[in-house]
């Protein structure tokens, strides 16, 4: 019901755009909506999240000032611009949909109803 895409293979100092399309869901726009990302060997982490409103977010220290999240409730649809990728951002990155959280519970939880596949951002250095 969650399908991520747009990741790829930049070189560090780029930029990628993360999309993930919602169907299925019932009333999208009453989810929060994040973003993690899992790298070889370590634990999923959380990175961004969006309240249902897009009017609350909460970011990862990492990415902060460099990643940016939104979405588009018409569309059933979120994004993640990422700008001035490192190395260090490198993984699978996987959206998530949980209900009842707010942006900052998100974070915390690490919680989600619903997980998209995943879409591999590769950074070379």
């Known amino acids: 019901q969650l399908q991520a895409s747009g990741g790829g293979l930049v070189q560090a100092g780029g930029s990628l755009r993360l999309s993930c399309a919602a169907s299925g869901l019932i009333n999208f726009s009453i989810y929060t909506m994040g973003w993690f990302r899992q790298a070889p060997g370590k634990e999923r982490e959380f990175v961004i999240s969006i309240a249902w409103k897009g009017d609350g977010t909460s970011t990862a220290d990492s990415v902060r000032g460099r990643f940016t999240i939104s979405r588009d409730n018409t569309k059933n649809t979120m994004y993640l611009q990422m700008n001035n990728l490192k190395p260090e951002d490198a993984a699978v990155y996987y959206c998530?949909?949980?209900?009842?959280?707010?942006?900052?519970?998100?974070?915390?939880?690490?919680?989600?109803?619903?997980w998209g596949q995943g879409t591999q951002v590769t950074v070379s250095s």
């Open positions: 998530a949909a949980v209900r009842y959280q707010s942006a900052l519970q998100m974070r915390n939880s690490l919680r989600a109803d619903y």
